[in-house]
């Protein structure tokens, strides 16, 4: 697979390529920023443990159920973008470090990923409050289909998440 393609959005050069053990320790910063992680909801209770998050995904690197992209703005890691799977379904995650939020990078960041991953329907799953990442979705053309509650680990609390859906290619 080629993750070297890239497209332009109105303000930056966005690429991805396939994550490696060396870009964890910086996309590990960027999910420590409080904001994020609240926006996010649903984080592993130990969030903020480096090692066991280094060692996590690092096996996650070598699975191969998941797909793992490092989103860059010309050279810059900007974030994260992986499919995986839980309970059957294909889903999609990204995660964007706070200095590029509101520049287009996940949207530009998700419509490359979705050349690459081919998987549908593919899931995407969104708290409630955040709109930034609702928008992402429906953007690249995920419809909103459902919503469910579940313990969210950065609020201490159960919310609601949205449930979106994506059928087919983009």
């Not at 409080?34 to 984080?43: D, T, V, W």
């Not at 810059?76 to 999609?92: L, P, R």
């Not at 590029?100 to 593919?122: C, D, M, N, V």
Request: proline share 2%; charged share 25%; net charge negative.
């Amino acid at each position: 697979m080629d993750y070297g393609k890239q497209t332009m959005d109105t303000h930056n050069k966005i690429s991805l390529r396939k994550t490696t053990v060396a870009d964890l320790d910086t996309l590990f910063r960027f999910q420590l920023d409080k904001e994020a992680q609240y926006l996010a909801a649903f984080m592993p209770g130990n969030a903020d443990d480096m090692d066991v998050y280094i060692a996590k995904h690092t096996r996650f690197l070598g699975d191969p159920t998941f797909t793992n992209c490092t989103i860059l703005v010309g050279q810059e890691i900007a974030g994260s973008i992986a499919k995986f799977i839980m309970e059957g379904d294909t889903e999609i995650t990204y995660w964007i470090d706070k200095t590029f939020w509101g520049q287009g990078i996940a949207s530009a960041a998700l419509k490359e990923f979705l050349k690459i991953e081919t998987t549908r329907p593919i899931f995407g799953r969104v708290a409630f409050d955040n709109f930034g990442s609702q928008r992402v979705l429906e953007k690249c053309g995920f419809v909103k289909i459902g919503t469910d509650k579940g313990f969210a680990s950065a609020r201490q609390t159960e919310i609601e998440e949205f449930i979106y859906r994506l059928d087919c290619e983009r």
